[in-house]
């Protein structure tokens, strides 16, 4: 090891200020560093224990003092009604300044979390507060406190030449560290908190006062979140830092930077596969050509056309090339799925090159010489994609952070420039309304083809939980990075609002959520023309959480009624859920009431959610042919393609990338809308609304085997099931930050783990294996072996769902069922 060793040299044990230790653990505990700080201690605890009061921390101070800090420490503890503990280090142990102080409370640390501030209260214990949260609460790793970004600001800084030093040597880091710095603001920040499980404690080795740059670094990957603050005035002793300290700074700049592990395969590796994959490219340009030649000159095929049927001739040469010579079978996943990705790729280019090709033909160009221009101006793009997306190795270090900037602001107003409308007005009548099952409205500018069972004219506007506008949501300009931003959570009244945006700035996926009542969404023009991608992405999202302090779940699973009995399939995404509902109706008959999300309550009813089939490539089998006309069987096989497993696996991949995912999803659903059919369109059956759930299997793939499934591990893989549903970008960002009737995000998942437990507690759970997707088969033959059909369709009372009379000689009647099924509960 270079440099200090921050080891602590000797075992100095910690002293409890405050009374002895209690029974609970935190799950935080809020290092100190301390030097000679003892004027300002007191006023310090007050402020920690008034800041804290409702979170589940300790204090550990790490004390370097040679004055009377310690004492003082201990006699005004009783301040603070957390439990206050301190690391005196001896003269001895004082190793690598406050960076190693910082590692020796660290190892100390009785919670999952270490949050770090100074003493000196330039750090306002509010602030560390809202880090705390923000820690426990989101899905990160790594919490900044930022005076660089949304309302942040080093105000408190002393003198021009401390701001002007701070925000070089931030930038400097920038520069150095572009990839670990990409969603950083404010890399010289003293104000953070980072899960200890993350960081490995015995790797770092500081210099100085920076650790958080040394963490940040030796950590690459670690998921970020920053929370905006203002730096306040020093509220007694000096400053620490000096010359000496900024000298000792850009040591430790040098020292990570000589020192910091580069991708595997090193830059020779990296330009050995570029040259390869040049020659093969160069070879697939004149494959590519030949193609358009025979199909435009030869056929006399429209010049477009033939551009299209000649990159699928080369796409499949350069293929079998790059996997024979330059990358020899290696790569992520099989190579029938690299297949499908390499050729998903180059059709998604092909859509961006037609029209320069167009456009180069109109100029004057031939066809041919305009074709071979537009396959070399996007070689980059494609040797790019391909290295670091098709061929990356499952363990090769990226050394990337995640793409999306996660900033949380509770200072912020409601209203902010960037979200400012569009300068023509926009209607706000709400066009679309849908009442689900009596338990949530929402009205919408937007058509919500999923929710179309659910279509309700007769609600007023007024009356809808949830309401979805389209509005001039973003900034004007485009800017280099898709973001987050928490706008507010609960301050002086006003309701937690956040937003979504990407790179395109306006005329990009945008949206903002506001968290009061009703609940408010904006969406961006783009997304208004990508209804799928705003349910799928947004709504349903908000949707389930919504339903869980109402007392239901939106399980990730198919529901069916057969003969009476209420049978119930979860699986993971693209298991083969889909193919087996469709082949049990078709088989057995029964009364179809969902296939991809149920509503369920602890009561152990269901309750019908009949969202249109989507139709994936292993989906296809159970799809007979003369369900469907034939250019409707002819534009299924092109759809189930694209939206098929491989599909959405490269769309996750291409997320992990710092590109406008979203905005790349609606405009590909514009252009191939998914293949979603209604389930009576696809097989004759009937429709129930709810059922009471005896079976539920849950489905795999695998050596075939039927096991029961415990209570409890029946509930931890139905929740990751529908965990699983959710994975697309950007529900893992903004989930953490809703909150919705009082309760947190956590709180929300507790409650809904609950409602699962108890729907569980009356359904016999097994787990059915299959290596031939042969479950529809095994399903009705283990019920009919178990004699537990019934002849007569069951009923739930307190949830029959309501019939309208649709006779156009009576005015139409809002049933008095629905409005108590959304006052409340089952009766």
């Known amino acids: 090891m270079t440099g200090t060793d921050t080891r602590p040299l000797a075992t100095s044990p910690c002293t409890d200020l405050n009374g002895p230790p209690g029974t609970t653990t935190p799950q935080l505990t809020v290092v100190v560093p301390t030097r000679n700080e003892q004027e300002v201690i007191p006023l310090l605890l007050q402020s920690l224990g008034d800041a804290f009061l409702r979170l589940p921390v300790e204090v550990l101070f790490v004390d370097d003092s040679d004055d009377d800090t310690p004492a003082t420490a201990a006699a005004h503890a009783a301040l603070c009604p957390k439990r206050v503990r301190m690391l005196h280090r001896a003269p001895g142990e004082r190793s690598a300044g406050l960076g190693g102080a910082v590692i020796a409370g660290a190892r100390q640390a009785r919670g999952a979390w270490v949050l770090v501030m100074d003493a000196d209260l330039q750090h306002p214990p509010e602030a560390a507060a809202a880090i705390a949260r923000t820690a426990l609460g989101h899905d990160a790793e790594i919490v900044i406190g930022t005076r660089h970004a949304g309302s942040g600001s080093s105000g408190g800084l002393s003198g021009a030449g401390r701001s002007v030093a701070s925000s070089g040597s931030a930038l400097l880091a920038k520069v150095m560290f572009p990839r670990c710095m990409a969603t950083v603001s404010d890399p010289m920040s003293g104000l953070f908190a980072f899960r200890k499980d993350a ?46 300290e900024g000298i000792t700074y850009l040591r430790h700049l040098a020292r990570l930077r000589l020192g910091h592990p580069r991708r595997s395969g090193g830059r020779a590796g990296e330009l050995g596969r570029f040259v390869g994959f040049g020659l093969v490219g160069a070879s697939g340009i004149g494959v590519n050509t030949a193609a358009l030649w025979f199909f435009y000159s030869l056929l006399n095929t429209p010049a477009l056309l033939g551009a299209t049927l000649a990159t699928q001739v080369s796409t499949a040469w350069n293929f079998a090339l790059i996997e024979a010579l330059v990358y020899r079978g290696t790569g992520h996943g099989t190579r029938v799925g690299r297949g499908v990705r390499f050729f998903a790729l180059n059709n998604l280019l092909l859509l961006g090159r037609l029209p320069v090709l167009a456009w180069l033909v109109s100029i004057g160009l031939g066809v041919l010489t305009a074709n071979v221009i537009t396959l ?34 509770p200072a912020a107003s409601a209203t902010t420039p960037s979200t400012a409308h569009g300068g023509h007005k926009r209607t706000r009548y709400l066009s679309h309304r849908y009442d689900i099952a009596g338990r949530v409205t929402i009205g919408s500018q937007v058509p919500l083809p999923e929710l179309e069972f659910f279509r309700a004219q007769w609600l007023s506007p007024a009356d809808c939980d949830i309401v979805v506008r389209v509005s001039g949501i973003g900034r004007r300009t485009p800017h280099h990075r898709g973001g987050l931003t928490e706008l507010a959570r609960e301050v002086d009244g006003c309701p937690a609002s956040l937003r979504y945006e990407e790179q395109l700035g306006r005329v990009g996926a945008n949206f903002r959520v506001d968290l009061g009542q009703p609940i408010s969404v904006e969406v961006s023009p783009l997304l208004g023309h990508s209804p799928h991608v705003v349910y799928t992405n947004v709504i349903e999202a908000l949707l389930r959480f919504v339903l869980v302090p109402r007392g239901w779940m939106l399980l990730h699973s198919a529901c069916l009624d057969l003969d009476g009995t209420g049978v119930m399939l979860s699986a ?37 959610f009949p969202k249109p089939l989507t139709i994936s490539a292993h989906t296809l089998r159970a799809v007979h042919a003369d369900d469907l006309s034939g250019p409707e069987w002819l534009k299924l096989m092109l759809q189930s393609r694209l939206h098929s497993k491989e599909g959405r696996s490269f769309a996750l991949t291409l997320a992990r990338l710092n590109l406008p995912i979203m905005a790349i999803n609606a405009v590909t659903q514009i252009l191939v809308p998914p293949p979603k059919y209604a389930v009576d369109r696809l097989v004759p059956c009937d429709l129930g609304t709810a059922t009471a759930v005896r079976d539920l299997f849950i489905i795999e793939r695998g050596a075939p085997r039927l096991a029961d499934v415990p209570h409890d591990e029946a509930v931890r893989r139905l929740m990751g099931n529908t965990e699983d549903a959710y994975g697309f970008p950007p529900f893992r960002y903004f989930a953490p930050a809703l909150s919705i009737d009082g309760l947190d995000h956590a709180q929300l998942r507790v409650r809904e783990r609950e409602i699962l437990s108890g729907f569980l507690s009356g359904v016999r759970v097994r787990a059915l294996a299959s290596d031939c997707f042969s479950w529809a088969d095994e399903i009705p033959r283990l019920l009919a072996r178990e004699g537990v059909h019934t002849t007569a369709a069951s009923r739930v009372d307190g949830v029959e769902w309501p019939h309208w009379d649709w006779r156009f000689d009576t005015p139409l009647a809002v049933p008095g069922a629905l409005r108590s099924m959304h006052a409340g509960g089952p009766s």
Do not use: Q, W
């Open 376 to 409: 070399a101006l996007l070689f980059l793009l494609r040797f790019l994609f391909s290295d670091r997306l098709i061929y990356r190795a499952d363990d090769r270090p990226t050394g990337k952070r995640d793409p999306v900037h996660t900033l949380v602001d």
């Open 572 to 608: 993971l995404t693209d298991t083969g859920k889909t193919a087996t509902v469709l082949r049990l109706l078709r088989e057995h008959g029964g009364r179809f009431l969902s296939d991809d999300m149920t509503l369920v309550d602890a009561g152990g009813h269901a309750l019908c």
């Open 199 to 244: 960081v490995d404690l015995d790797r770092l080795n500081p210099l100085g006062f920076k650790i958080l740059l040394e963490i940040l670094v030796r950590n690459p990957s670690a998921r970020v979140a920053e929370v905006a603050y203002t730096f306040a005035p020093r509220a007694a002793g000096r400053s620490k830092a000096s010359l000496r």
